[in-house]
């Protein structure tokens, strides 16, 4: 059996906790049924999120991405926000062949500069905006062949099932992060925001 972890006498490289500077560039809303966004002035966040999004609630229901549970169970909804970077879809644009991804065409609801590689971030890092809203970082955001299609059908790719395909690789640790709401407030463009990577460590087996 493979050993994830080192005896408790193995030293670990331990990463100190760091702070870094961002800024929102770009908020965008899922106003109606579907995960496609639209870009709005202001976001409003609540501890379900942000209010009027598709992707509101405390809760939500488990699918394809939570195997352990029977699909539809009810969980806590970790997927409240999702945050990209300009530069990392300018990459999986060019892997695809195609001009670009608007972050609407996936779903976005923030797109952030300032913070390079910004899908490396990891789970427990604090995003503090100026405004006073606070959010915590779950995960990166598995790319799917859903919002393939969308890119691909949006870009107006000959073969959108292709495309659909073809999203997932080339997305790969550059589709951003979901977050949820750890502190409610309002997120305003061009806001600057203060983010907090958590302590880390790594194991050199």
């Not at 409003?44 to 809760?59: A, E």
């Not at 939570?66 to 060019?94: C, F, H, K």
């Amino acid at each position: 059996m493979l050993d994830l972890f080192p005896e408790a006498e193995t030293p670990v490289e331990i990463v100190p906790a760091r702070k870094l500077a961002a800024r929102v560039a770009a908020r965008y809303l899922a106003p109606f049924d579907h995960f496609e966004t639209r870009a709005v002035d202001t976001l409003q966040l609540g501890f379900d999120g942000i209010d009027g999004d598709f992707h509101v609630g405390t809760t939500r229901r488990s699918g394809g991405r939570e195997p352990w549970y029977p699909r539809g169970t009810e969980m806590r909804n970790e997927r409240q926000l999702s945050i990209v970077a300009a530069d990392e879809l300018a990459i999986v644009a060019e892997r695809m062949g195609i001009a670009e991804i608007k972050p609407e065409w996936i779903g976005a609801n923030l797109v952030i500069e300032g913070l390079p590689h910004l899908s490396m971030l990891p789970s427990g890092t604090l995003l503090f905006f100026k405004g006073g809203a606070t959010v915590k970082v779950d995960a990166q955001n598995g790319p799917c062949r859903i919002a393939g299609r969308s890119v691909a059908e949006h870009a107006g790719m000959a073969d959108v099932e292709a495309g659909a395909l073809l999203f997932p690789k080339a997305a790969k640790r550059l589709r951003g992060l979901v977050a949820w709401v750890e502190k409610p407030g309002t997120i305003t463009a061009g806001e600057e925001i203060s983010v907090r990577v958590p302590e880390q460590w790594i194991y050199r087996a």
